[in-house]
């Protein structure tokens, strides 16, 4: 076409084609994060890992609980605020050094624990689960291991997540009514406004912020916060206006996909970080780092069978070697589907060696949690269908009722016996 020619007006240049291809890619892109929530069952799943976790932790604990958390701890309650102030971090349990204070933090973390792996208002409950594990990991910092770090992380992300979509109380709960979860009376935005207006009361104000005239602080702000706070949360008690409806669906929505992807980012790094910094050592570059290990004193719970497994060599080289390649191509693993289910089944067998020869638990139990993230979400139903949903049928069966049994059982029928000698059956004359 020469200069002198006219354009016709469909056609268009190979620039203006290339802008309306990455315009529309980018459209569909933000569509689909705004309006399809990726991954549920993935997220109730960790939800409920998570929860278990840190449940279980509790109730484990429960017969220890003021040498970890309370009074008689050797990390005392100044040791802990010093260092809290340092970080500015914050912790309940600090809040009052009285016994009752303590015993109450700790029975409401049980209950809010077990409401969070239940689904119950989970948007409110996953706000209050990541407070309970803020204020217990930010009490005894160096009293624990690095489980509990993760499961932290965990839990603040999940707050952002919509954890409780499916398999939870929240879900049974719309089945029965059918009304979506965040619609009519009892608004979730009011329950969790309130929340957090409680919340930043309580870790925030100290007696003194409640003086005639105090410094101006923050903890002077949040005295007053109260006020918009009341009328948030009555006026969130009625159905939002439809327009407004769909805007707070669509941000729900890529919150959840956004705090998924950050979830996935964080199993990614801490496998990259951990596999990069072995690979600096020389133990595990001439493969007895696993000899080292398992000859560790304090992570002995089985010192028989450490030892029985440190002196075998070649093991000790295969296993050290094969940790170091999942854990640095674990990220590059999760674009290539039959080796990323290949490399989830190691790290789980992994994890579970760590918790067994190590015992480490929880650091274990937080990890495999996360790596459950990237399995399919067909193997996740089916899984469910087929050992829980058979489980549950048994439970609700019960036990076999018992046959009955008559009082006189007649004789079976027979045929009629010929009579022998002297009115005798055959038998009895054989007899």
Not at 10 to 15: F, I
Not at 182 to 196: C, K, Q, R, S, Y
Not at 329 to 357: C, Q
């Amino acid at each position: 076409m020469t200069s002198g020619e006219v354009r016709p007006p469909g056609a268009a240049s190979p620039w203006r084609r290339g802008e309306d291809a990455v315009g529309r890619a980018l459209v569909g892109a933000l569509d689909a994060v705004g309006t399809r929530t990726f991954a549920v069952h993935q997220a109730a799943l960790l939800r409920i890992g998570y929860g278990l976790v840190f449940l279980v932790s509790l109730l484990r604990e429960y017969l220890n609980r003021r040498e970890i958390w309370g009074d008689q701890s050797a990390w005392s309650p100044d040791m802990a605020r010093e260092l809290l102030n340092g970080i500015q971090g914050v912790s309940l349990l600090l809040e009052s050094d009285s016994r009752w204070w303590f015993e109450g933090v700790y029975l409401a973390a049980i209950v809010v624990s077990a409401l969070f792996v239940l689904g119950w208002h989970t948007r409110a409950t996953s706000i209050l689960f990541a407070v309970m594990v803020v204020s217990f990991n930010s009490r005894s910092i160096l009293m624990t291991d690095g489980g509990d770090t993760v499961l932290l992380l965990m839990s603040i992300y999940l707050a952002f997540t919509a954890c409780g979509r499916v398999w939870s109380l929240d879900a049974r709960r719309a089945r029965r009514t059918g009304v979506r979860p965040g619609t009519g009376p009892g608004h979730e935005v009011g329950v969790l406004v309130g929340l957090i207006a409680m919340v930043v009361l309580g870790t925030t104000c100290r007696g003194d912020s409640w003086a005639l005239h105090p410094k101006f602080s923050f903890a002077f702000v949040c005295q007053w916060i109260w006020l918009p706070g009341i009328l948030v949360v009555f006026g969130a008690l009625w159905r939002l206006p439809r327009e407004v409806e769909q805007v707070r669906a669509g941000l729900v929505t890529a919150v959840h996909n956004c705090a998924l992807f950050v979830i996935a980012a964080e199993v990614c790094f801490i496998y990259g970080a951990a596999g990069l910094y072995k690979v600096q050592g020389s133990y595990w570059q001439d493969g007895t780092a696993m000899h080292y290990v398992l000859n560790l004193e304090y992570f002995a719970p089985w010192p028989g069978v450490s030892h029985t497994l440190a002196a075998n060599t070649e093991m000790g080289v295969v296993l050290a070697y094969l940790t170091v390649f999942i854990q640095v191509g674990f990220v590059f693993m999760l674009f290539a589907k039959r080796v990323k289910y290949v490399a989830i089944v190691i790290l789980l067998g992994m994890h579970f060696g760590i918790a067994v020869l190590l015992g480490l638990p929880a650091f274990s139990a937080s990890m495999s949690v996360g790596d459950a993230l990237f399995l399919p979400t067909a193997f996740l139903i089916w899984t469910r269908s087929r050992v829980i949903g058979r489980l549950t049928a048994r439970l609700r069966r019960g036990p076999a009722a018992p046959a009955q049994v008559p009082a006189d059982p007649a004789p079976p029928a027979g045929p009629p016996a010929s009579e022998g000698p002297a009115g005798l059956s055959p038998t009895a004359s054989r007899a």
